[in-house]
Every structure is written in C-alpha cells, then in structure tokens.
C-alpha cells in the first residue's frame, strides 16, 4: 500500500494519475504502481537546487535514444513543486531486494529455494548485468544499481513447467543516468552499494562505480549477506556499519585480512564459483579504491551466465548447487542424473573452410526431467544479446535428448563421428536418442560459418 500520509492523486504534465500500492523505497524516491499499472517514481531532493537539477536531468534523460533498453523511461513529469515521472506499465514486478533475505523468520532454505534458488539468482543477476552494460555501450552510467531500483518478475515464469532464462529485468530511477564518469556532489547513489570512491567524492558516477554497486548486489542477492558487514556489524555496531559501507573494511572474504569475517547467510562455496570468486575478490580488493582494477559489468554478466548454465537443482529441497557435487549441499540429497554439454567455438574463414576448434569455459548442465535454456552465444547471430536463450533441452529419463528450437534460424543436430546431420527448424523439436552413450553436437550456425556448439558427454549419476 501507498505509505501513510502520501498522495492517493499525483498531477503529471500527461493529467492525473491514481496510486494503486506502493512498490518500494529508499532515501532517493519511492515507488509505486498506478492504477494502471504504470510505475511511478517519486524523488526527494534534498533542497531547492537539486530539485531543480533532477528535473533537469529527467528533461535530458527523456531526449536520450534508450530504444530497446530495459529503462523505466520518463514518460510523464509530476508537476512542480513534486518532482517525479511515471513510465510504461510494470505489472508483475517487485524489486531485486526481494531476494536479499526473509521477509519474516521463515526457514531459510525454503524460503530460499521458494523465491527461485541459486539458479534464478543467477539468471536474474547476469541479466541485470547485461542490461547495465547495454548501457555503457551507449557511453552511459546507471549511477545507482541498488536492488530497490531494478525490478524483476514477483514470481518465475516459466516454459513447460520449469524456469525461464529470460526473466525480463527493468533499471527505474533512471534519474541518475548520466554520461560516463559525471561528478556530482553529494551524489545520488544509495549507500551500502555505491563505491567508496563516489561516496567521498574522489570520483564520479562511472561505469566502473556502476561495476562495484552490481559487485555489492550480486554478492548480496547470492549469499544473503551484505560482502562489508561482519559478525561485528550484525552483533549492532552502528559506526562499523558505517566504516563497512565506505570502504573502511575488509569484506567479508578477504584473502588476506579476516578481521571482518562474517558467519551469516549461505556458505560462499555453495553460491560462488571459483569465477565469480575471484571476480569478488578483484572488485572487493584491488578494485576497493581502484576504480580501474575492478571488473567490468560485462565479466560479471558472462561469469554468471556460465555459473548459471552449470547448476542443478536438487530433487528434495527444490534448492540449487554446481553441478560438480555428488550431492545436494543443503539437504544432503544424492545429486540427480544430468547429461554434461562441453561447449566449443568452430572457427572458419571467410571462404567457410574449417579452422579450428576452441574449447570454451562455459560448460552446460542438462538435468534429467528439467528443461534448460541455451543461448547461441555470439553477437552476430543474435542481435546484440548472444545470452538470449535460443533453445530449450530436455533430457528424458530413457536417455534421450530433446531439442526445442526457440530461434528464428536452424540448429543443427551432428551424431558422434559427425554424420549423419539433423536440421532442426525454427519453432520445431527433435528428440536425439541415447544422447548420453556418445558425443552428440548441438550446432548453433552452419558448418561453414564461425559458431558455437555444445558437445553432449556421458552421463553423470544415475538414469
């Protein structure tokens, strides 16, 4: 509901508009959802100038071409003295924070696994990313990735019964959109994610403070524990808290210094790849006060994605883990059987002949009786999103693979050997039998074009 004391009509320059709940909050603005469904963006400026300056900027921001982003653009302007706007409709979706911890004392792993489990998070989070770094290919900074300002579906939406890969994600507060590397003092960022440097004002909102923000949000949706407050903070030290969320603490992980070491949420082991270790580790260390040492959004929308395509969800407790485990880590359940897809590169020339055969990082883990989504994986043949899942793979209980062509193109079907070839058409199936028994390839592009594939190996567990 809309908070206590708020409007229940707000005036924009479009005429009325009629508050149906209240979605979330933070000390930069409150959302809510209309009653048609459009979502409404209330500021708060600080005083009489920076109201002035946000209006200003919503002007720019609504001149800006952000066709085919996940924006809530302007759309309509609250009239003065309110400054605000509203956007396209948003029906259906709650802010990421939703995923940062329970809302009462529910048990943990349910709720967990409830709200969608590690594989969700995963999804949800490279998404979030690519968006974002969508937005620095326009020579363009975010300014406050924080998870009252990114909106997701309320609930997994799925195809044939199991979860969608291409949940979409929606940037609101576009008000901080800025050109790259813009000062602003005080700025306008949310503390506990904005980089220590923005918030002392040493830097400007940049891309790279976009890549800490994201860095502080992914760690905090995967492990349910915000990577700057230790056992200290949680146990109400409010000046610690400060420090930890100014970059005056180790995180939680640190490689070296366990000073601030942290026994809340899940164990890290059980959320974070190596990968998306090692990436904590650069934007959290190196990269605490460096901006330039920190990753970029686009490493830590392909870690995820690749972190992502290798979990499983177990049969018990409905939770996720990396596939590599001979078990369930939160239940302890045996691990269920799924079929192990190596990804590979097939590089030509620009004749067509073959070149060579790369063999990439990101693996894929087809679980038994589960469908997982497949993205072709290069730019040029899908758009500007290599990510978007372009296939659907069911692996049968009988041994036998499914491919559900979800593209606009065909997908290729080679045997082990590498004959005969099965054309799969667009909007078509085909089941590839006993793929388990032999190295079966499913080809994104034609033999004689540079293209993805995924070489299916033996089974792991039991069918």
């Not at 508050?19 to 009653?35: K, L, M």
């Not at 392909?302 to 049969?315: I, K, R, W």
Request: glycine share 10%.
């Amino acid at each position: 509901m809309a908070l206590s004391g708020a409007p229940a009509r707000w005036e924009t320059d479009g005429g009325p508009v009629e508050v149906a709940r209240e979605i979330g909050s933070s000390g930069q603005s409150t959302r809510y959802e209309t009653s048609d469904r459009a979502l409404l963006v209330v500021l708060h400026p600080r005083d009489a100038g920076h109201a002035e300056r946000l209006a200003q900027r919503l002007s720019s921001v609504r001149r800006l071409d952000l066709t085919g982003l996940p924006l809530s653009r302007p759309y309509r302007l609250l009239r003065r003295p309110q400054i605000g706007y509203t956007t396209d409709p948003i029906t259906g979706l709650v802010p990421l924070g939703n995923l940062l911890s329970p809302a009462t004392a529910a048990n943990f792993v349910v709720w967990y696994a409830a709200t969608g489990g590690l594989q969700r998070r995963l999804r949800l989070l490279a998404r979030v990313a690519a968006a974002i770094a969508r937005l620095h290919d326009h020579g363009l900074a975010y300014g406050d990735p924080a998870p009252t300002n990114i909106l997701v579906p309320a609930d997994e939406t799925t195809t044939t019964g199991q979860a969608a890969a291409d949940e979409p994600v929606w940037l609101t507060d576009v008000h901080g959109v800025t050109l790259d590397a813009e000062m602003r003092m005080p700025p306008d960022v949310t503390v506990g994610y904005a980089a220590p440097d923005v918030l002392s004002g040493r830097h400007g909102v940049s891309s790279l403070s976009d890549a800490f923000a994201f860095a502080v949000l992914a760690f905090h949706v995967l492990a349910a524990t915000h990577p700057f407050l230790g056992d200290a903070v949680y146990d109400h030290d409010r000046l610690l808290r400060d420090k930890g969320y100014t970059g005056l603490l180790p995180w939680v992980e640190h490689t070296t210094n366990g000073s601030n070491r942290c026994r809340y949420g899940v164990p890290r082991e059980w959320v974070l790849t190596p990968a998306l270790r090692t990436l904590f580790e650069e934007a959290f260390e190196g990269g605490l006060w460096n901006p330039s040492a920190r990753p970029t959004v686009g490493q830590w929308r392909d870690a995820l994605f690749t972190a992502a395509g290798t979990t499983l969800v177990c049969e018990r407790c409905r939770n996720g883990f990396y596939g590599a485990g001979a078990a369930c880590p939160w239940c302890g359940d045996t691990a269920p059987p799924a079929l192990r897809g190596r990804v590979h590169l097939d590089l030509c020339d620009d004749r067509g002949a073959a070149l060579s055969r790369v063999t990439q990082t990101d693996d894929v883990t087809v679980q038994r009786d589960r469908v997982t989504p497949v993205a072709a994986g290069l730019v040029t043949f899908d758009s500007g999103d290599p990510m978007r899942p372009v296939a659907a793979l069911r692996f049968e209980r009988g041994g036998a693979l499914t491919v559900y062509n979800r593209w606009n193109r065909p997908l290729w079907v080679v045997a082990p050997g590498g004959a005969p070839q099965l054309v799969v058409e667009p909007s078509a199936d085909s089941a590839i039998p006993s793929a388990g028994d032999g190295r079966w390839e499913l080809h994104f592009g034609p033999a004689m074009l540079t293209h993805r594939l995924i070489e299916f190996v033996p089974v792991a567990g039991t069918a």
